[in-house]
């Protein structure tokens, strides 16, 4: 970091050593658990929930997902699958949009953002009881009124995965979507801007050739928590799926009723498509930024 | 940011802009901001406000078996409260649930805040390069992105009865029986717990340790200051805000959780979120929902005291 510490710390205090144990220590104690039932997950047919190995196999998957097993998981992931990468291009589109509008004050934007920040702290299970509520109230008000002129089905109820489900999750996706807008145009050079104007560009010009290509990296991170948020949300989820059940919740249903190593193959499913998730991003963004620094350097 | 300010500065904004003689930040129009935050505040007011208003109206509603009633009535209120201000001697369940929250909300701040710190401070102070921070940072950051439950799950094979806790301790000949509480315990709670929101307290305390100035510290050394007082008398007092924000994560996580006490706690263990989830399963949404707002409360008057504790405006 500061050039003048780096110089007067030649030698590393002994506190570094100190220091590096304990980091070293945290993070075995973040990801040991997961590599144990990793491992476990590959347990042979005879094999339980703990150690010792009993041979290795792919038995506990292909049960998993050949259907023969305690649960259809194919349904349940195919539709996580789809909500996460809606509400990942939805959180990406809203966030943006919020971001470009907050570089200036309006009418409201103070409470906006206190919401925004309201809606990261409240209580999951407050937020998903409400909107349960919420959509009772009206299926009950409206629901007799649209179906007189028939437009729905007297009976059922809109809770659903893409009602009350897609905007239970959005609820929690977009502080974060918004926060990092915030550090992203706190963080822009105007001057860039400016020049585009000058040049006589419009303002959808001067977004679209100038603003987005200097913030995309950054719209790479939001789409990653985005996607990683909806994938793994739970506590919103819980009231708000109606009867379809996302794959965390099908998840934490087996916790309680599922005694063999087949929840080890899921937990380890669930989690690849994280990792993928995560080291694609990773990798899309680090390529954007060389890709970027390259024609810096051949200007 | 008080409201007089924000007059001051919004009606000083415009005459810059119908002015338009000192150096504009903005070229669209007023009515593009309006239209751009628009989709934001709309899905909060749809899947964040009305539902916290629909569960404030259904906490004063009548509710029988089978159905709910619109009405006025307080009994919810009187139910969730039975018992706590009578004056006999012992907690009602309420009382009692909060004060096992609490309970756990003291040990996992207080720990998450001791690890949060130490591994911030670390990153921010020991790692010399930039590269090397952020790798690091994303070490810890990554499990974050993975599912909660998931990690929850895998404690099983290592604090099992017959896990590797277990049979390692035995093998060594520490204890002769496999010990009992590790698993299904407030001990597996408060260190699951704590296994999944550290990162809410490393994030922002690093973030804060990262805008120090460090022609401080060296000035700290320099007049003769030791490392611990360079900490507590420099850092400390510097990353207050970062302390704060995570606290106020860690806190609030903590007090409305009901996954990981239930999985962790084998179900055993009471909590606010989980009488609530509970109420729901029976369908008795009245008083579910005179419980959440219950908590709710909770909740802001504890995020309203840690903010006196610190003033955050001024901090940053």
Redesign the interface.
Known sequence: ??A???Y?QER??R??YA??V??AL??V??????V??LT?SFQGPSGG???PMNGFSFYWFERLWGGGGTVDIGTAFRRSLALGSTVMVLTV???V??G???????????P?FY??I??L???????S??????F??VDDVFRPILSSIGLVSRRGNSLGLFT?GL??H??WT?PFG?LIMFAVFNRLD?SYE?AA?DLGAS?FQ?FRYVILPMIAPFLIGIA??GF?LS??E??RS??TMGSTNTL?LE??AL??TVTTPE??AL?TS??AV??T??FGT?AAFILLQRRRQRRALAD | MDAPARAGASTAEKSISSGARKRRTSWTPMWVAYLQAAPLALVFLLFFILPLLATFVVSFWNYTEYSIEPAFVLSNYQDVFYGCFSGSSGLCTTFATYLSTLKFVAIVWATTLFIGFTVAYFLAFHIRTLPMQIALFMVCTIPFWTSNVIRMISWIPLLGRNGLVNETLQSIGIVDAPIEWLLYSDFAVALALVHLYTLFMVVPIFNSMMRIDRALIEAAYDAGASGWQTLTNVIIPLVKPGILIGSIFVVTIVTGDYLTIGIMGGQQIASVGKTIQTQINFLQFPIAAANAIVLLAVVLLTIWGMLRLVDIRKEL
């Open positions: 970091m500061a003048g510490s780096a007067r590393r205090p506190s570094f220091l590096a304990f980091f945290f993070v104690f973040l990801y040991g658990p997961v144990t039932i476990l929930l703990t150690f589109v809203i966030s949009l919020a470009l509008a907050f570089r200036r004050k309006f009418v409201g934007s103070t906006l919401v925004a309201a809606s702290i409240v209580p999951s299970i407050v937020v009881l409400g909107i349960a509520l919420e009772r109230i009350s905007g239970a959005l609820s977009l918004l105007k400016e104007r303002n001067s990653l928590f990683t994938w793994d739970i506590a819980s009231q965390p998840l934490a916790t309680t929840i080890y937990g669930v989690t994280s990792f998730v995560i990773l």
